[in-house]
């Protein structure tokens, strides 16, 4: 049974894989001239690579996990040490540890929090860990009637103090969603935090050893090809053509480089690609289906990526770290962290800049020059100086529309995998599963929907879609 996949994200690529797994044919057709999506990267003229987002995996990634391991490229991913890193604003560089010993949860992060004592008093955790009791007491039901809350509300609500925001959740709610407490829905930040203290590694990070569309996103091809599946790239879907009876007859792919549009058949159709296009792409009819109007609760949030050469070695940390600066989120020193970007002389630092929506449409030179006044607080020992490192080069990737904005009230618009219409499905990290807009959630979704598929065909039988010889007539 053919299956064609608009989108050749995680989520698309997971899908493909797991419907191999099952013994379908996918087709995936992904729009651009590179596979990824939104862990898409390319390299530059002096082959280097930069990429549209600096990726972090967690312990807490079990369907990821899973997926690499049934690729046998378990050993592409670097784990660092368990601990937590943070800059502390009011000390230039200066660096504060959360480290996480390898004791039993909830007491690994427990201990880490107590351990601490550079961002909070201990009044200031007893009553921390006294609001987070409910999270951790009445599950994962409690953390989500929260998506009526912002981080900020809830933390005030179970009176927790303001410098456990500042210090600790802005920090956590940038990297995690790209917006801040005051936007985010809480649910999202006590999703994470309850993983990280039911599971003993879950907050244990680790980065790919080079660039994830080498890395990550080519041994799912290699493996979806000699499972039988089809990979091609500048294939973007243009339309979806509906038969008379509202079901999907085609996908109408544009003819790129003056090239005519190809109309590609299958038995089964998925939509793997964002949740902005797809709401572009929605066919008329389907525009009043309650199921598809759900879509119009979900928008993308803008990000932008920065990638610095400088001609010295600035730092030898080799993890993630929290900037908990208000212009930058999470970085980290990709010399160090990342084996195919190894310099043992210069640091290549890599920067997620967010909330982005100030700056998403400032000249990259301007974001440059703000982000340079950073690192005058991130490493003072080497700028402002008589003579401060040089950054010999930049490359700025700025993507308007990423992952769904995690805004309260957003969950009850993440729509399922299977749709009204019976040869149609839905993936991607938008759509409903247990965890954000990650790449865990991607591999995640894509994973469902084969399950829903193959749950939806063997339901049917042949009834899913026109049988293979009508289709030949198409
Ligand atoms: C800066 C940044 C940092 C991030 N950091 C992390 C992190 O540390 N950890 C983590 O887990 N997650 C992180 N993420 C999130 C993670 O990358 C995404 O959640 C995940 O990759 C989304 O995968 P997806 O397949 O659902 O969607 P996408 O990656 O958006 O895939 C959709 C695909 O559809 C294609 N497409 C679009 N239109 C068409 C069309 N008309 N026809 C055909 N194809 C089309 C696109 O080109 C794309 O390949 C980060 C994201 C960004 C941007």
């Known amino acids: 049974m053919r299956v064609a996949i608009a989108g050749g994200g995680l989520a698309g690529l997971a899908c493909a894989k797991y419907l191999v797994d099952r013994g379908y044919q996918p087709i995936v057709l992904e729009g651009r001239d590179v596979l990824g999506g939104l862990v898409a990267a390319w390299k530059d003229e002096d082959g280097d690579w930069y990429e549209t987002g600096l990726h972090a995996f967690f312990g807490a990634y079990p369907n990821m996990l899973q997926l690499m391991k049934e690729l046998g490229i378990e050993n592409h991913l670097q784990w660092k040490q368990h601990t937590l890193i943070f800059n502390q604003p009011e000390k230039p560089g200066v660096l504060s540890r959360f480290d996480v010993p390898d004791i039993p949860p909830p007491f690994h992060i427990i201990s880490a929090i ?208 929290f900037s908990r600066s208000p212009l930058l989120s999470v970085y980290a020193d990709m010399s160090n962290t990342c084996k195919a970007y190894a310099d043992s002389d210069r640091s290549m630092l890599e920067f997620v800049l967010a909330p982005a929506k100030d700056w998403i449409n400032q000249p990259d030179t301007e974001i440059i020059a703000a982000t340079m006044e950073e690192l005058k607080r991130l490493f003072p020992q080497h700028f402002g100086t008589d003579q401060p490192a040089q950054l010999r080069k930049y490359k700025v990737v700025k993507t308007p529309r990423s992952v769904y904005t995690a805004s309260p009230g957003r969950q009850s618009y993440r729509p399922a995998q299977v749709t009204p219409i019976k040869n149609f499905f839905l993936s991607g990290s938008y759509t409903q599963q247990k965890y954000l807009g990650s790449m865990e959630g991607a591999v995640l979704s894509g994973k469902l929907t084969a399950k829903a598929i193959a749950e939806r065909s063997h339901s049917l039988g042949s009834n899913l879609s026109k049988s293979s010889s009508e289709k030949a007539l198409v």
């Open 114 to 321: 107590l351990r601490n004592n550079d961002m909070l008093t201990w009044e200031q955790k007893a009553r921390f860990a006294v609001g987070l009791l409910p999270a951790v007491i009445r599950g994962q039901q409690y953390v989500e009637d929260m998506d009526r809350y912002t981080l900020l509300e809830w933390l005030q609500r179970q009176g927790i103090d303001e410098r456990v925001n500042s210090d600790i959740f802005i920090a956590a709610s940038k990297a995690l969603t790209f917006i801040n407490p005051d936007e985010v829905s809480a649910t999202i930040t006590l999703t994470a935090l309850n993983r990280f203290l039911r599971e003993r590694y879950g907050s244990k990070i680790a980065f790919l050893d080079g660039s994830p569309t080498e890395r990550l996103c080519q041994p799912m091809v290699d493996y979806i090809v000699a499972g039988g599946g089809e990979v091609h790239l500048n294939k973007p879907l243009k339309e979806i053509q509906l038969a008379e009876d509202g079901q999907v007859n085609g996908f109408l792919i544009r003819g790129l480089n003056g090239a005519g549009d190809e109309f590609i058949s299958a038995d089964v159709y998925v939509s793997a690609v964002s949740v902005d296009v797809m709401k572009v792409l929605l066919p008329n009819p389907w525009k009043c289906v309650p199921f598809f109007q759900q879509l119009n609760g979900l928008e993308g949030v803008p990000v932008i990526n920065l990638h610095l050469w400088f001609d010295r070695k600035l730092t030898d940390v080799d993890h993630l770290l």
